[in-house]
């Protein structure tokens, strides 16, 4: 704890925290915004289903990631890292400008592109700021600043998506709050960022290939090339498929399962971000300050068992009909509701226990000279995961027609599978590149 109180004090970690943490919010309260004005029908455009809307949202924030991510990459290890963070800053402005004419227009389609824009904007500035933490911190501290960072994002994403439905409850259909809000933080950003101290160029003769297509299979071959790497990839985007199929239900889950107000799904949402960041704390605290996969196999066994016990516990909510119940009501409305509660916030510390590790090793074993690189394959590959995610839930919910909790359960049990198939996989890894390291 005290190591990380230190680095939250120095020049060189703080204002990259804080950088990422005014996107990290305005990221989400600008997507919760756009989950809520959909599901409870402030926009009157909507011409599709909620939940064929919802997850459209989910895909046009990702699908930057798999287009982008490869020429993301080589621009972090071509440029000068802080300098290029300003840029994307400024972009981010003009990108919330763009999401403002939208609210204040009702323009559906306007919001969707200025949320396919965030998602660029996150795929750019990805590779620079995983990059960028080796770089800054001592070896002994990439797991504290790892955590912290996971535990940062996930307070960023708590306060987004509290202060999104908050401000959409509260101003009744007038958007303009929700404009200021998400133009205020974009500038946030922008001033943090100016207090980024610059960066070594690492490949200033690198010729970028603006090919995306050619370079994202580049990418992935590069990363293909070094085993240990390439198995800790696959383990975040699988994180992130995971993640994906059970946040994005939340808003539906909290409608239809619990009938329950937006306000509800802030709070559903908060204890799963809580979650996070508890699990990254307690990651490190238990796990030590040396690299390594300790926490890993009981977060995975607890994303499995966890999506399980949510599944469960929604088998019990009562049906209701009438008005959708808000904050009070749920809290007295019997130990259904708290079920379902706990079980979110285990899903987030289990999640906490299993990204922190896999992000540090990656860090920590990527090639100085190609880790932005790396870092975009890890996007590419989480994008493929994630888009998978949101076809897979239209499939299943809006084309199948199966009932939310039986999506729960699958990926539960896929999530089983394939934590085994890592685990057993990424072990053996490990200790061969300790032992070449200490070599």
């Not at 090339?225 to 800790?232: D, E, G, K, R």
């Not at 040396?290 to 909510?317: D, Q, R």
Request: proline residues 3%; contains cysteine.
């Amino acid at each position: 704890m005290k190591n990380s109180e230190h680095l939250l004090s120095t020049r060189r970690f703080l204002p990259m925290f804080l950088t990422q943490f005014f996107g990290a919010l305005n990221d989400n309260v600008y997507k919760q915004a756009l989950l809520l004005v959909i599901t409870y029908g402030w926009i009157q455009q909507q011409a599709a289903s909620i939940s064929t809307l919802n997850n459209l949202a989910a895909l046009l924030f990702i699908l930057p990631y798999f287009i982008f991510s490869a020429t993301a990459g080589q621009l972090a290890d071509k440029y000068e890292r802080s300098q290029l963070v300003r840029m994307l800053k400024i972009a981010e402005i003009l990108i919330m400008l763009l999401g403002t004419a939208g609210f204040l227009l009702g323009n559906l389609w306007l919001l969707l592109a200025a949320l396919f824009l965030m998602g660029t904007h996150s795929t750019f500035f990805g590779p620079i700021k995983y990059a960028i933490l080796p770089e800054i911190l001592k070896p002994n501290e990439l797991m504290s600043g790892n955590a912290l960072f996971q535990s940062g994002t996930s307070i960023a994403i708590l306060v987004g998506m509290i202060l999104g439905g908050a401000v959409i409850s509260l101003s009744q259909g007038n958007l303009i709050w929700i404009s200021v809000t998400v133009v205020t933080i974009a500038i946030l950003g922008y001033i943090t960022s100016t207090f980024i101290l610059k960066q070594t160029v690492t490949c200033p003769d690198f010729k970028v290939d603006w090919n995306f297509f050619r370079t994202s299979c580049q990418t992935i071959r590069y990363a293909k090339s070094l085993p240990l790497i390439f198995t800790v990839l696959l383990g975040n985007s699988w994180y992130w498929f995971y993640g994906a199929t059970y946040l994005t239900q939340i808003p539906q889950l909290t409608q239809q399962n619990l009938h329950a107000s937006e306000n509800v799904v802030s709070l559903l949402l908060t204890f799963f971000s809580v979650g996070i960041g508890i699990g990254s704390l307690l990651c490190r605290k238990i796990g030590g300050t040396e690299v390594n996969i300790k926490m890993v196999p009981i977060g995975a066994v607890g994303l499995t068992v966890c999506a399980l016990y949510l599944a469960a516990s929604l088998s019990f909510v009562p049906e209701r009909s009438g008005e959708l119940m808000g904050l009070a009501e749920i809290f007295s409305s019997g130990w259904s509701y708290y079920h379902v509660m706990i079980a979110v916030t285990l899903l987030g510390i289990s999640g906490g226990f299993y990204i922190v590790p896999l992000y540090a090793t990656m860090q920590a074993y990527s090639p100085r000279s190609h880790r932005a690189r790396v870092v975009a394959a890890n996007n590419i590959l989480n994008a493929v995961f994630m888009v998978s995610s949101a076809i897979f839930s239209i499939i299943i919910l809006s084309v199948l027609k199966i009932d939310i909790k039986i999506l729960f359960c699958i990926t539960a049990i896929l999530s089983a599978i394939f934590s085994i198939w890592l685990l057993l996989r990424l072990t053996p890894m490990l200790k061969n590149a300790q032992v070449s390291l200490e070599d």
